[in-house]
Nanobody, 124 residues
Framework: QVELVESGGGLVQTGGSLRLSCTASGRTFSSYTMGWFRQAPGKEREFVAGIHWSGRSTASADSVKGRFTISRDNAKNTVYLQMNSLELEDTAVYYC?????????????????WGQGTQVTVSS
């Protein structure tokens, strides 16, 4: 069992930056593949970025490629999402997710632990 707590959301203007953090409980964080997903009002939850438990591979959605970067610090049990050049379309609730020894980074169905979400609002 792992508990995930997101932080770092907020209100930002277009073109601005935010860094989301997700801290996990427990002592086996390094064995979890971690992902960030988001859900905008009236839309389905979608993949944003993921990082393999080994740290050797990452993936990101086409819509955020070149703007968002996922990283992890196993010593701090934390995964980050650095978001730059934010756009209005990035407004959503952002969720952190985890799966032990996960192989797929993008498949939402693979993740079995979820945080409560943090709101990101981008304004013009």
């Amino acid at each position: 069992q792992v508990e995930l707590v997101e932080s770092g959301g907020g209100l930002v203007q277009t073109g601005g930056s935010l860094r989301l953090s997700c801290t996990a409980s427990g002592r086996t964080f390094s064995s979890y593949t971690m992902g960030w997903f988001r859900q905008a009002p009236g839309k389905e939850r979608e993949f944003v970025a993921g990082i393999h438990w080994s740290g050797r591979s990452t993936a990101s959605a086409d819509s955020v490629k070149g703007r968002f970067t996922i990283s992890r610090d196993n010593a701090k049990n934390t995964v980050y999402l650095q978001m730059n050049s934010l756009e209005l379309e990035d407004t959503a609730v952002y969720y952190c997710a985890a799966v032990k020894w996960g192989g797929s980074l993008r498949a939402i169905s693979e993740y079995n632990y979820w945080g409560q979400g943090t709101q990101v609002t981008v304004s013009s």
